[in-house]
Structure formats: structure tokens, C-alpha cells
């Protein structure tokens, strides 16, 4: 049971690594679009998260929706709002997600998020790098991170 749970958890987080990019702040590999300025949520980035299949459970897909909008901005820090709707009328879903940062002792920080179908969830999220210094709201649309996902279940 847990190397079936570690194979799916190890998929769930090369795909993400593998649809991310380094050019600015991104989920699915699609980019988040601030139309009318970093402090309103951003235009939605669909997502279908996906998790292989195991011997015990057949591969599983779901589509979210996710939004993003800049809170503030706290000496080098950037702390933003997240967005998470469920796309699926059906089916109910549970992950963590994830961007770059870590805690001081170099730890992941993840976030869990649960949804009924077709709910909707907020959450916060901070970036912060020695290299990146915003000296405004603004600049915190211009740094470079992605989501990460793991620990998909639909039921």
C-alpha cells in the first residue's frame, strides 16, 4: 500500500514538474494573467490533475480551476490568495499543492485542500527568494514559481 501510494504521489509531482516554467508565476504549465492588476484575481488557469494507475486503483483524472491575487507584499516576501474550484459536478476531490518556498529549515510547506463538487476553496500561499527583492505589489507578479501537486484523490 505505500509503495503504491509513493508511485502515485512521485507521478503527481513529476507532473507538475514537468508542465511548470521559469518565466513566471504558473500552474499547469499555463501562466497566471492579471488583467486588471496584481491586487484583483487573475484570469482562471485550468488544470487536469492526474494521477496513474496502481494495481488497486485505475488512473485517476480531475479538472480544477485555480485563480490567484497578490495580499501583499511584506520586506522580501510576497503573500498571495489562491483560488481552487472543482470543475467536476461529480466528484469529490482532495490534493496538496505547493509552490517553491520553503520554511527556514528547508521544508516543503504544503497545503491541502478538499472540495465537494463543483466547490470552491481559498487558501494563502507566500514566495520568497534571497535573488528576488519586490520592492512593490507589482513586483510580485514578476517572480518565477509554479504549483506543485500530490496526494490526488477522487471519489
Known sequence: MKTSLLVVLLFVVGFGFAQTSN???TSGGDRFVFKNGVSEWSEPVKINLEASATKKKPA???PISMRIRVKKRMLLA???EVEITNLSTTSQVSFKYKNSYTDATGKDIWHSVKLKPSGT???KI???ELKFKPKSVEDCSTCSWS???AELKVK
Open 60 to 62: 485517476i483524472s480531475t
Open 78 to 80: 510576497c503573500h498571495y
Open 147 to 149: 504549483f506543485d501537486y
Open 126 to 128: 507566500i514566495y520568497a
Open 121 to 123: 476553496a481559498e487558501g
Open 23 to 25: 518565466v513566471s508565476i
